[in-house]
């Protein structure tokens, strides 16, 4: 077992399987030492985590949300290093769609579940650029979405 495996069964963490694309697009896309995966939406115990922030969730809840997408796009990592997750480098960026009423300004709280996750888990690696981002809608009103960029060996 590798120190991401390790760190993540210490939190009593297990990545699920990787999610097959709901469209036409693929999960993920790796040029060079980058990959880039696709967007993934907020999910718990094979459920769809949905809602609008403002209106039917607390920041709080959409925290666990982006978390939630968090531990997908390390699932997407995980299947692109061919199940090695010792070959994942850093996070890179970050990019999280919020789906939010108009007067929501607290999308940046929301997504601190997903960076504070990464970080709990890689540590230093973990540390990432990003953008937080209101939308009114999401697919299958998912509460959050979030797409990331990797560096992996």
């Given amino acids: 077992m590798n120190a991401i495996e390790t760190r993540l069964s210490e939190m009593g963490i297990t990545l699920p399987k990787a999610n097959a694309p709901a469209a036409n697009y693929i999960p993920f896309v790796q040029v060079g030492d980058t990959l880039y995966i696709s967007g993934q939406v907020s999910m718990a115990e094979g459920k769809l985590i949905t809602g609008k922030l403002g ?3 607390s920041v709080e809840e959409g925290a666990v949300a982006a978390r ?18 010792s070959r994942l480098k850093r996070a890179v ?24 996750f990464l970080v709990e888990v890689l540590g230093d690696a973990g540390r990432h650029a990003r953008s937080a981002v209101s939308a009114g809608a999401l697919p299958f009103g998912v509460a959050v979405e979030i797409e990331g960029i990797f560096q992996i060996d």
């Fill in 55 to 57: 209106v039917d969730l």
């Fill in 68 to 85: 939630s997408c968090a531990i997908g796009l390390l699932a997407q990592v995980k299947a692109a290093c061919g199940g090695d997750l």
């Fill in 93 to 116: 960026k970050l990019t999280a769609f919020v789906n939010s009423s108009p007067d929501f300004g607290d999308q940046p709280k929301v997504v601190n579940g997903a960076s504070d």
